[in-house]
């Protein structure tokens, strides 16, 4: 089981990116996904997850409205697209997957901790 992030980069303030999450050894779309990012200096925090049931989704409020989670379950990934980046998006993001059994219709879970599998994380770096 193995997760890849990419599609992170350097990009100035107002520009967008869009990462990937691809999955091997399993079925991305049979599980709960978390982006999550770290800032240097600071802890780890969850951006975005989307439920493995009718997409419901979840965003910080720090990037609501700007960032928007999706599956290709045809490529078996994820994506998170961002836009109207700012400086204090910077970080390393990293892609989760909770494997974990829930009941139909739970929410994903922004706890860094509830997550089995993680990607090795992608670069952004937002320039002012």
């Known amino acids: 089981v193995q997760l890849q992030a990419s599609g992170g980069g350097l990009v100035q303030s107002g520009g967008s990116l869009r990462l990937s999450c691809a999955a091997s050894?399993?079925?991305?779309?049979?599980?709960?996904i978390g982006w999550f990012r770290q800032a240097p200096g600071k802890e780890r925090e969850a951006v975005s997850c989307?439920?493995?049931?009718?997409?419901?989704?979840y965003y910080a409020d720090s990037v609501k409205g700007r960032f928007t989670i999706s599956r290709d379950v045809a490529k078996n990934s994820l994506s998170l697209q961002m836009n109207s980046l700012k400086p204090e998006d910077t970080a390393v993001y990293y892609c989760?997957?909770?494997?974990?059994?829930?009941?139909?219709?739970?929410?994903?879970?922004?706890?860094?901790?509830?997550?089995?599998?993680w990607g090795q994380g992608t670069q952004v770096t937002v320039s002012s």
């Open positions: 989760a997957a909770d494997v974990a059994l829930k009941p139909y219709g739970a929410s994903c879970s922004v706890n860094d901790d509830q997550y089995d599998f």
């Open positions: 050894g399993f079925t991305l779309h049979d599980y709960f």
């Open positions: 989307i439920s493995k049931w009718g997409g419901r989704t």
